[in-house]
């Protein structure tokens, strides 16, 4: 869809690009298709020469199958991804349960809570997704070496090596630029971006294996072996795949660790061996817990691993990485269409480094159970984890759900921070999940009266501006039907006749009356630093 807020060609012809983004793996990749379906110019440099095939994140939550599905990507059903109706299980060393997780609902969001996914494939989807995209462009072999900004725009310098292994330099001038471009980012580095460091630090040896047929007997689909002699995770690759993860303990090699023997003997006690799997990846990764400060300097920002590492133990990696690059989208767009001034920006960094921070505390602490190598720790911790199991009759823990850090939603408003609700609505002659019938973006919802109708005109413009849309939804002669009770039940529960959405599909404000929801629609508009001039006369 092309940006209909576009400013003059004048406005653009000094950059080679609205936006740079440097590094071509999910984040950058999504960021990119997500800009470059509103119409900006996108130019994604990455410095290796081809795509990296090799597995490394296999998982993600019911958040990124709702992002995905905004490409057309059905996590459902799709072949680079598959769910397992099973429970997450941590066991002991004697085979009894010490925690069941619900990995097997789906969650309130309107997908399953878990899935397990081969990135290499995903990736090449995300991009042959960019490549339909004619103002989306992919430059592999460019080495970012350089970042210099003012007060117009910013301009990366490069190291481009061609086909024949020549060298020559290159700058590429743009409005902004994303560094997507992993752990040891050479833009946060360049922006000097403090990385705040927590200490965590663990070893783990990672093999991924495609079985030949079918496996001896492995226990649940997903686990956690809490065994001190050498605690290990078990879990699924993606179709077709399955991952061992085993910690590497003090005084140990990681480099032996990680050889191919070293892999088939620890694989031997689970019955795989060369004649059963092929193994497809052996290598060790440090665990690590860090984020930076600022997630902005100036025209430069930073995203994914760039901006943050959490401990694998909960899931959510790469995940965060994804949430990063829809936040910052949706405000760059605000600001490249000139419909906001770039203090919109500075919200991002905020809002996404609460969110992160929770799940790099709660992998931590997730890690802090799991990796106990000590005897008599382990059988305390194995004593209290039954007994607090035995307490809550046996039910699985729900997953950890974070909210945002301060940004543009209202605080003290019910759900606000959080990520909203989705149920099967009708409208339209169609049905089916709210986003796919109703869409994306921003939305006021309203189920006793139309949100329209009580709006003042100053925030009428403005609404109309952001393209936002207002939707009664409840019985057959709303705008949408409500068809599984889903947002009836959802308001009731939190006391709300309207509710403000975000195009990120988190909630920004939530109120009960015709006065709570002009006054929660004037803060968040003000944060959002639109540039309409509201006192203008209506077209």
Request: hydrophobic share 40%.
């Amino acid at each position: 869809m092309t940006n209909l807020h576009t400013p003059p060609a004048d406005d653009v012809r000094q950059f080679d690009t609205d936006v740079a983004v440097v590094g071509c793996g999910p984040v950058g990749t999504l960021l990119a298709v997500l800009l470059g379906r509103q119409g900006h110019r996108v130019t994604v440099v990455d410095k290796w020469p081809t795509p990296y095939e090799q597995p490394r994140a296999v998982t993600f939550d019911h958040e990124i199958a709702r992002i995905l599905a905004v490409l057309g990507i059905d996590s459902d059903d799709d072949p680079a991804i598959e769910f397992h109706d099973d429970l997450y299980y941590w066991r002991n060393a004697a085979g009894e349960t010490l925690l069941e997780v619900d990995w097997k609902s789906v969650a309130a969001s309107g997908w399953r809570t878990r899935y397990w996914f081969s990135q290499p494939e995903l990736e090449k989807r995300l991009r042959e997704v960019a490549a339909e995209l004619p103002t989306v462009t992919i430059r592999r072999g460019w080495t970012a070496v350089g970042l210099e900004q003012d007060k117009n725009g910013i301009t990366v310098s490069g190291t481009v090596t061609d086909i024949a292994s020549a060298s020559v330099q290159e700058q590429i001038r743009a409005q902004y630029v994303v560094g997507a471009d992993g752990a040891n980012s050479f833009v946060r580095q360049a922006l000097e971006l403090d990385f705040t460091d927590h200490g965590f630090f663990f070893d783990w040896l990672i093999l991924d294996m495609i079985p030949k047929g079918d496996l001896p007997d492995l226990g649940p689909t997903h686990w956690q072996l809490c065994d001190p002699v050498r605690p290990t995770t078990i879990v699924p690759g993606g179709p077709g795949r399955r991952r061992w993860e085993y910690m590497v303990l003090p005084g140990e090699d990681p480099t032996e660790l990680a050889s191919e023997k070293s892999a088939w003997r620890l694989l031997e006690p689970w019955g795989v061996n060369p004649d059963n799997a092929e193994l497809e990846r052996s290598a060790v990764y440090r665990f690590q817990a860090r984020w930076a400060e600022t997630w902005r300097r100036g025209r430069g920002l930073v995203a994914g691993d760039a901006a943050h590492l959490m401990p694998p133990f909960a899931g959510e990696g790469m995940c965060a990485g994804l949430r990063d690059s829809v936040a910052l989208a949706w405000r760059l767009d605000l600001v490249l269409s000139g419909r906001a001034d770039d203090a919109v920006l500075d919200s991002y960094g905020t809002e996404r480094k609460g969110h992160v921070r929770h799940y790099i505390d709660f992998s931590m602490r997730l890690g802090q159970v799991i990796c106990i190598a000590d005897p008599e720790e382990a059988a305390e911790r194995d004593r209290r984890m039954i007994a607090e199991a035995a307490s809550s009759d046996g039910a699985p823990v729900d997953t950890d759900i974070a909210s945002l850090g301060p940004g543009i939603w209202q605080q003290g408003s019910a759900h606000a921070g959080e990520l909203s609700v989705q149920g099967i609505v009708e409208a339209n002659g169609r049905s089916g999940r709210f986003d796919e019938v109703v869409g994306r973006g921003w939305i006021i919802l309203g189920r006793a009266d139309s949100p329209a109708d009580l709006l003042t005109v100053e925030q009428s413009r403005r609404w109309a501006d952001l393209d936002g849309r207002c939707v009664r939804i409840g019985e057959a002669e709303c705008d949408v039907t409500d068809v599984d009770g889903t947002y009836s039940t959802w308001l009731d529960e939190i006391g709300a006749e309207f509710v403000i959405l975000r195009p990120d599909f988190y909630v920004a404000a939530t109120a009960s009356d015709t006065a709570g929801l002009q006054a929660s629609l004037d803060t968040i508009l003000a944060g959002l630093h639109l540039t309409v001039d509201v006192t203008a006369p209506a077209a």
